[in-house]
Each structure stands twice: as structure tokens, then as C-alpha cells.
């Protein structure tokens, strides 16, 4: 008799049709996150690259940062060395004029350095200046002299320190010297009015002569009272722009300085440095005549910088004056 075959088992069907699901849901998940990785890696790199260019570009900026600095440093230390040169000059300027003035220091009062001794500056006369002089002695003996110079010039120049220290703590007595100058000279030929750096006052007279009126004085003394400009407190730049303008051996000429300090190197430079261009004929006298008036502002003056550039000054002004055929005077206060 045939035996019939059993009839398979329906739990068992259904277990292997649940396992297959599972496996093609887990083949799909594959096959999808295949798919979606070149994609992340293809951002992660992009992402990747910026970072780098941007940690690049620092680095450049660093670097160009470094250069700045490195140049910066470099000419730190090149001023450092100039200072020091500098510094090493100023001492010996120092030594020299303790040298030099050692009589003068045994006075009981700095501002003795500043006055000092007033000496006769005599000039030849031409004979329009004889006839002018004539006129002057009719005047007061007050008005015939300036501290004891002579007035005998043809053309007179006035370099005029503008800095700080003269515009706020004497200015008043500056105009007042100013006008007391020119009240004693009757009549010249040519006036011209420079600051210590060489700055005209009047731009429309730049290296010529302004015209000696009446008109032209007083303009001179208003513009003076508010007259607002740049200064290093030297006047080497006026004195020297003035003689290589003007000079000339057919005119008399004589330079008005007004100043309180000198804040230049070396005061030996600057001798040299206008005799070069202050010629004199052998045995006859300068081109141009320089006298100096020192105002002792950093002696006397509230908050007034070192005395030591008012000792230059004055030691610049006198040894000027004397090598060019002038008179330096010193004034004993700062306001009248």
C-alpha cells in the first residue's frame, strides 16, 4: 500500500518569508547607504579644503604681520642709534660750553648767561645813512639805539622764534621789541619779516623786499600780534634762508633774530655753516650784519622747558653775533 507524503508545515513557510524580508531590508540598507557615501565625502572634503585655505591665509597674514614688525623694530633700532649719537653730541656741545663759559657761570644768576655784555658794533656809513643818522640824532637818545646797536642798515630782516614757549609766555614784549626796532630806524630801503624755520610772514613778498610805509609797518605789527607758525625753537633755518636770499655786497643788511633756545646738534655746525655763506671781502665786513635778541623764557617762564637750550641760545647768538659783525642782548624779564 503507498504511503502518502505529509503536508509541509505552514509556521515553517512563514518564518522562512519573514527571514527573507528581513535579509532584502537589510541588502536594501546596504545598497542605499552605498549609494549616499561619495556624497558625504565629496562635502567632508570640500569642507575640508576651505578650512585649509583659510587656515592659509592666516598664516600669510602672520607672516606679513612678522615683516611689518621685523621692519618696524629694524628702524627703531636704527632711530635708538641716531638718539644716541645725538645724545652723545648734545654732552659734548655740553663739555664745551662749560669750557667755554666757565667765567660766566660763576655768576650768581643763570639768566647773567642770557644778558650778557652789550657790545658797539661799528659799520662804515654811506652817505644816505649819515644823512638818515642826522635825522635820528634829532630823536631822544632812547630812540637812537636798540640795546646798544647801532642803527646804520640800508634793509633789515627779522627772524622771529614762533614756538611755544615765546608765543605763550612773552609775545606782548616780542611786539613790543618789534615796534620799538623799527621806530628807530627813520627810513630803510627794504624790510622782510621770516619765522625761525624760514616761513615769510607776508607769502606775497616771498624772497623779496617789502616796501618801507608807513602802511607796511603797522600791517607788519598787526599781523605779528596773531601770527601763528610752525617752529622747531631754532633759528639756524631762518638765518641761513635769509643770507642766501637777500645777501648782497651792494646792500647793507642787517638780520634781527628773537629767540629763546636753541634746540639744534652742534653749535659749531652752524658757525661753520654761515660763514660759509656770510662771505666778508678780506679785511672788510660781512654781507650781512647779525644782531640777536635772547628772551630768557626758559629761565624765568612757569612750566618752561630745560634752561640748557636757552644756555645754547644764547651761547649760539653771542658767538653768531661777534664772528658776523652784530651785537647780542640779552632781555632780564619776560614782560614789561
Known amino acids: 500500500m503507498r504511503r502518502r507524503r505529509a503536508a509541509p508545515d505552514g509556521f515553517s513557510m512563514s518564518f522562512l518569508d519573514v527571514i527573507c524580508c528581513g535579509f532584502g531590508a537589510i541588502i536594501l540598507l546596504l545598497v542605499l547607504t552605498k549609494i549616499g557615501e561619495p556624497r558625504a565625502l565629496e562635502q567632508a572634503r570640500q569642507d575640508l579644503d576651505r578650512l585649509v585655505a583659510d587656515l592659509q591665509r592666516e598664516l600669510e597674514e602672520i607672516r606679513g604681520e612678522t615683516v611689518v614688525l621685523q621692519r618696524d623694530l629694524t628702524r627703531t633700532e636704527r632711530q635708538f642709534s641716531t638718539e644716541s649719537e645725538r645724545v652723545a653730541r648734545l654732552r659734548g656741545d655740553l663739555s664745551s660750553i662749560r669750557g667755554r663759559f666757565s667765567a ?143 645777501a648782497a655786497s651792494d646792500k647793507r643788511i642787517s638780520i634781527y633774530v628773537f629767540g629763546d633756545e636753541f634746540t639744534g646738534r652742534s653749535v659749531e655746525d652752524v658757525l661753520r655753516a654761515v660763514q660759509r655763506i656770510n662771505r666778508r671781502e678780506p679785511g672788510g665786513p660781512p654781507r650781512v650784519r647779525i644782531h640777536a635778541i635772547g628772551f630768557p623764557v626758559v629761565f624765568l617762564a612757569p612750566e618752561a622747558p630745560s634752561e640748557f637750550t636757552g644756555v645754547r641760545f644764547a651761547t649760539l647768538m653771542r658767538a653768531l653775533c661777534r664772528e658776523n659783525g652784530g651785537t647780542f642782548v640779552g632781555v632780564n624779564a619776560i614782560q614789561r
Not at 606782548?172 to 627813520?186: E, G, H, R, W
Not at 627810513?187 to 616771498?206: E, L, P, T
Open 104 to 246: 660766566s657761570k660763576q655768576d650768581a644768576e643763570v639768566s647773567e648767561i642770557v644778558q650778557g655784555e652789550l657790545v658797539a658794533a661799528q659799520q662804515e656809513l654811506t652817505e644816505e645813512m649819515k644823512r638818515l643818522l642826522g635825522q635820528r640824532r634829532r630823536r631822544t637818545p632812547q630812540d637812537q639805539l636798540v640795546g646798544g646797536i647801532p642803527v646804520d642798515s640800508e634793509y633789515i630782516i627779522f627772524i622771529i622764534d614762533t614756538s611755544g614757549s615765546m608765543a605763550n609766555h612773552t609775545w606782548s614784549l616780542v611786539v613790543q621789541k618789534m615796534a620799538q626796532t623799527l621806530n628807530v630806524y627813520p627810513q630803510v630801503k627794504g624790510i622782510q619779516v621770516m619765522n625761525d624755520m624760514g616761513q615769510y610772514m607776508f607769502d606775497r613778498y616771498a624772497g623779496k623786499w617789502i616796501p618801507d610805509t608807513a602802511g607796511r609797518r603797522k600791517a607788519i605789527l598787526e599781523r605779528l600780534s596773531s601770527w601763528d607758525a610752525f617752529s622747531n625753537s631754532s633759528p639756524v633755518e631762518g638765518v641761513t634762508r635769509a643770507i642766501q636770499s637777500f
